[in-house]
């Protein structure tokens, strides 16, 4: 590992005392703190670091920020692999590993590069007009081709083993930038007492000031950088955000912000996360983004050491590394003076200085001078020389054209506002035809820009504008500021002509580097009718690349404006989305990932049914025991058969805490269940519980479940598992909204308590020995009976007569903190009763059996009737849903209508899903009856027994149809029957 | 986007769940299919102005207060311009007073 | 009502009351190990709570009959009043959470709901709800990775209340004072969650689950 | 002219320099038999059918922005025709038919690549409700597997089956699903329609709708008054503002849906994926972007873009089933305005003013259907009466009951 050759001995802000190393494909380099791994390989003098997308041409490093469409690396490996990393952005850490991508089998010789000979094919759009023949060679032939050369880096094969928060930050001003003018705007507003937040996507404050040699208040730019982060830093409501890229703006204020957190680190520190994103909430905004520096568009002007004029200087001023050894610059714009000086006092020798005006100014003309650096005015670079890197530029003046050996190319195009942030919410940039820039169009609410965001240029009126847009955004958040002093700074030079492209230049001359679009695709889109901005874009791709355009677009507008012979204030620019940069998906998520992606509901008992061996399910966000697995048994159905004849011989508990429940009370309440259920609530006695069916307003079934009444005016409501929230939702907007006077009070108490189905024959005798003596004989509890008494020694608890399985049947309710004593306690008193805990699965068998409609047939597209429930709708009241409930369609006799089922050879399974088909029908949709909606293996009937939606069912109860399920390859014979299978006389229940 | 309860104060959208039109009104009377009064049952159920401006509209503050909200928001630019509480514009169109 | 037996349980022979952070929050350390917690939590067990609806037009009755029988303000706006063991939480319009400390949990919501009758409907929630106490210097920080209402000292102190939502599931959060000291208070079925959630969110500062106070 | 791999090569060897205009930018005429109001996927491809199907080539279509602004150039691009109830599965299969043979036809490569559509299950609820789908669609004709976890293993090995907060059990896949090239569609139909002679009219927004006696006798454009025999409108999210202009309210609401796209990778997801635990689907552009998109932001809009708590759903949601994208980047994100409509299915029928068509209701949904509603649109307009396909599609439906709710959702659109 050599010393960089290409870093000079002193300068720049990077910490020589400490070396890191670091490799690139696999060859070992050293860098030093503060750099990024652009700037370090610069330092290293590795010029060609990449592949382009679609020509596969060698690029090297174009930029030194997050507008680098060349140089992206694989960061890292396994696991933490990261493609497409910008390298200008990366801050470098010891022991980091990057590699080149999109090459084979390497970078120096990448096979695709053939790509380049079929170039003129491959121009806009060209993948529109072929690869058409034969039709079905697309999926077989060509398109796998193009995916696998599609795409640059690889992402990583397995789950990222870092961590990742979210979190929320609320501030009166946000400034979004840490430039001289973000940092004036913060040291202002700052000063004022509102909380301010300071946020930059750099490693370090002070933006360009960290790569030019401006001064302020008589200090190094960076210098007063330093100072201005100690001030603000001293500030108790200031809050500094390094590391961090406020990626959008969204309504009312609210933006999105990522932090880097470990990502200059090898591997984040423990228990730290890898990145945060920030919910930041901000009552003001000011946007000091700064601004991007325009590429030139001119013959191969792609190639490894064509580099963008203050980058250069970035390399040159703040990495102190030379990004060559003889530069040629070329400049429409003062910066070409600029560079020149800050190339040659690093040490770069500069030939010359091309700089497209007629009229260069003396500063531009002195300063080459100055280095002895040869002055070609009016002039243009036509065309690079050398493949792999710059090795000579072709320059064409007025009279005369000539060429001349370098290693570097400087171009200094000029400046575009990042305006990014201010178009997210729809705000168009506007065209500055005296500035040759597009500046910021109407803003989002709040936000304010200042500074090269805001098309001023010079350092001098940007701290004053800077400070100016603190105070105000301070005082607009309720912190008026006092007489605070602008900092001081020179007057630059900073002026340019625009120069979209370099007319009749020789080779391919690239607008957007990394989509591989040149001036002459977009020239051909416009010829092919793709003239709107929009159009242009799509065809063309230009823009659409990771770097969403930052050195492009505004090029490929001039470009565009110059073939349409529009103006560019017409043509406009695309549209800049949301993120800023590209942001990680595991950023967003946060913490939920894996098991915590949404939170999980337990009941009460939830550890005594785990203890029970229970196997779980989920319903929602509730885990429920399915069914509880005995030593011996092999599969589910055992168990489940076994809890089943359990239940229907003796007794079994089942844990139906998950039922929403609703406390309702005031003297309105049974006038709003009156309204809310389509049968009858209001002439339920206390100490009485219904079933009741609600509509939706569209007239199908919404929800079931029971009220009972616990006293005059005091009702308790059950609901589905699946609906409480909504029937909760349903209930409240119809208190606040539909009928405001009603007098009701509505809550839900779900949560208060554990509630057990208690059922069998023998479930009164386990009853009496639980409920402290109280009388539960049939004549205390009759059946649907609900009464209020105290269980396990003193316990209040509430017991309701009802039966879902179809026996003699109790729920009851103790409040949840006792929910695995009253199991433990079902379980203890009943144990020479053969008590049995059950679960979902063998309680979906016994309310088939029974025909009580659940999940699959509550499926909102099913009417009262449909469910054989027609007869409860009250036709006395008004209630929700039932005027659209006398659609024609909704009182069509051949609807599908609920029917029973067995099948006809016990041997046969049937399956939830399956369509009725009449014997001998073709399977066609003419054909098609309805669906099987339950399916039951029923120990009673010793065969698969099952409840569906079929046309006429009813009528044709006795008849011998089929359940096909041609998804499972099952046929099935099945005869129809009456819905309630088991005990229709409903003795047991009584009993 | 941030909506300001009158009862909480200024919340994510994430806190609430919208409904729809508020300027649509469940008729007081049943009606049958086919009947003029069905009409206004069609109003209130399924056809909506669903305008490009200011728009009134029924939010819950559901993992807040749960209260009921008449948000009036300009649905191009989605700036709002007021939030009432349901109940209380309820009872004023009720003619019951808030 | 439920808790009037339940908190004096061990006493009464009842079967012990599983409290909903049973098993989750044992004292112990969380996440960074080395210097002294920045956050410390204990669940509060033994409350009595109730969710009390006013009746419609009788606000001004129960304001009233609040204060005559608590010497409390009932608060319009999400505050805080507390006197005594007893506090009103304003959780919505016309709706509070009362909740007394297990000093005077016994019997608390029969006797709120006979105290209340006719200016409010009473449901007990004693078992429903589990409440965490949290306090620390970091405390903020850790809050602000679930729960998204600005809880800076100038936007919100002691005796203020929000509900709000706080990684994918409702809580309800108020401040007892500038330490800062908050309590929160989650649906029991969700408590398991919302601790992960917790431990997650303040591993980097240091959890200390500390003893009931 | 006519592409080819021919036509790429001498084009290349003259400099590319001898491309003609995919379509033509002429100026309005005074009076057209039929306009097509809308220069998205369906109306372009009306005018498409309505001249290549019915002869009827005096045919304009307006558009406000340019053709492809609206949904059809902003949607995740799925197509497939795994639907459950018969007023729809006929429709999208037939869609998914023209859509096998519609390269050759426009002479256009749209990328249509049927790559498999796969819809996951995280219960056995979920998994009986898809079996009642897949069979649904068997007797329509339309190909269904339900598959079990080791052939959902098999499809996409990625997904996470073991850490999941709600397991993968399964999933219904149907192969024949896949994506299509979202803006080569619309450039597609407009060329085809264009070489037809149909006039492409974009910048022109209508802004009235005349009447005559109860028929429709042109539209108030920006570009002035033009004249028309009959008027289709196809204004998916701006559905609603276009009818009020003869006064129809529609059961329609417009909603926002995001979609978002990553930076390019090398191969990871093959066909598409849909989450069951969640609203979020996802595929691999052939650019190497992974293309996905989640629920609506659930309130009503007419502003091409969402806001963070849906977007940090989405992400949360991909993370649910594919956690190697953890660190792969999320490139851009954008809005498009739905025309939700009050069951979730569309209306392709005549409205109440004479010669005055409607085509919207679309949804999540409308990319897939553009061929079918294209084609069935152009038949409704030319013979004044539904083709069977679009025979449920009616306008009248919500007040005879004949709702088409895939989901059962009722009467409130950001359920669909
Ligand atoms: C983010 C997103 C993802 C989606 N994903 C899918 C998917 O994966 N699969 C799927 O099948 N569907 C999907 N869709 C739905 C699908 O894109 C739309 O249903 C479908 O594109 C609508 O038909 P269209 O193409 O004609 O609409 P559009 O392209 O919106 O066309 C309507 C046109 O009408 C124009 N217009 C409106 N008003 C006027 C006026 N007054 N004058 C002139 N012109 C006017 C508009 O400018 C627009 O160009 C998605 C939609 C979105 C937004
Ligand atoms: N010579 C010229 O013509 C010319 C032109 C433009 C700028 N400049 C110089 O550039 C400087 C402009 O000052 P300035 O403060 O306006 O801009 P700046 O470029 O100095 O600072 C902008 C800062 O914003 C940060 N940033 C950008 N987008 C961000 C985002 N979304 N999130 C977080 N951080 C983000 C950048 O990292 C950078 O640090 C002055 O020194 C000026 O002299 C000169
Ligand atoms: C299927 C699909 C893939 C896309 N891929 C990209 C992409 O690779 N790069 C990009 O910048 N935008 C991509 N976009 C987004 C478009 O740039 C643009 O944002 C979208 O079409 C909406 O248009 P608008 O942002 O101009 O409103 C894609 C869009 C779609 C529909
Ligand atoms: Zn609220």
Redesign the pocket.
Known sequence: MSAPAFRNPQGGLVDRATTLDFSFDGQRYAGHPGDTLASALVANGVRLVARSFKYHRPRGILSAGPEEPNALVELRAGARREPNTRATTAELYDGLVAQSQNRWPSLAFDVLAVNQLAAPMLTAGFYYKTFMWPASFWEKLYEPLIRRAAGLGRGAEVPDPDLYEKATLHCDVLVIGGGPAGLAAALAAGRSGARVVLADEDFRFGGRLLAETHEIDGMPGAAWADQAVATLAAMPEVRLLSRTTVFGVYDHGAYGAVERVSDHLAVPQPFEPRQRLWRIVARRTVLAAGAIERPLVFGDNDRPGVMLAGAARTYANRFAARPGSTAVVFATHDDGGRTVTDLAAAGVSVAALVDARTEVPAVVRQAAEAVEARLYAEAVVTRVHGRGGVQAVDIRTASFTTTLDCDLVCMAGGWSPTLHLTSHLGGRPAWDPDGQAFLPGALPSGLQVAGAAAGTFGLREILVEATYAGVEAATAAGFPGTGVEAPRAEREAIDGVALWRVRDHKGKAFVDFQNDVTDSDIVQAEREAYRSV?HM??YTTL???TD?GKTSSVNAVGILAEATGKPIRETGT??F?PPYTPVAIGALAGHHRGRSFRPTRLTAAHGWAAAQGASFIESGPWLRAQWFPRPGETDWLQSCTREVKAVRSAVGICDVSTLGKIDIQGPAAAVLLDRLYANTMSTLPIGRARYGLMLREDGFVFDDGTVSRHGPERYLMTTTTAQAGKVMQHIEHALQWLWPSLDVQAVSVTEQWAQFAVAGPRSRELLARITDGHDVSDAAVPYMAAVELTALGGVPARLYRISFSGELAYEIGVPSGFGEALAAALMAAGSDLGVMPYGLEAMSVMRIEKGHVAGGELNGQTTAADLGLGKMVSSKKDFIGRTMAQRPALTDPDRPTLVGFRTVNAADRVTSGAHFLDAGAAPTMANDLGHITSVAFSPAEGRWIGLGLMVRGPQRIGERVRAWDGVRNRDVPIELCSPCFYDPAGARLRG | MRITCPHCGERGNEEFSYLGDATVRRPAEPASPGTPAFDDWMGFVYLRDNPAGQHRELWQHLHGCRAWLVVTRDIRSHAIASVEDARSVALARDGAGA | MSEALSQHSPLSGLPPVRSVFAGLCVPGRHGRAEGPASVTVAERTGLAIASVLARRGCEAQLADAVSARFGLALPTAPTRAAAGDVAFLWTGPGQWLAIAEPAAAAGFVAGLASTLDGAASVADQSHGRGVLRLAGPRLRDVLAKGIAVDLHPRAFGPGHVAATFCAHLDVLLWQLDDVPTFEIAVARGFAGSFWHWLEASSAMVGLAVTPEA | MRYSIFSVLSQALQGNAGWQPAWRDPEPRERYDVIVVGGGGHGLATAYYLAQQHGITNVAVVEKGYVGSGNV?????IIRSNYLLPGNTPFYEWSLKLWEGLEQDLNYNAMVSQRGVLNLFHSDGQRDAYARRGNAMRLAGVDAELLDREGVRRFAPKLDFDTGRFPIQGGLLQRRGGTVR?DAVAWGYARGADQRGVDILQNCEVTGIRTEGGRVTGVETTRGFIGAGKVGLACAGNSSRVAAMVGLRLPIESHVLQ?F?SE?VKPLVDGVITFGAGHFYISQ?D?G?L?FGGDIDGYNSYA?RGNLPVIEDVMEEGMAILPAISRLRV??H?GGIMDMSMDGSPIIDRTPIDNLYLNCGWCYGGFKATPASGWCFAHTIARNEPHAFNAAFRLDRFASGRLIDEKGAGAQPNLH
């Not at chain 4, 150039?73 to 691009?77: D, K, L, Q």
Request: overall charge positive; aromatic content about 4%; proline content about 0%.
């Open positions: 929009e874009k799509r823009g659409m690349a969403q695309t549209t989305r | 150039g902003r949607n995740t691009t979202h979609a796209v390019g552009s650019k972007g293309v091409q490139l851009r954008w």
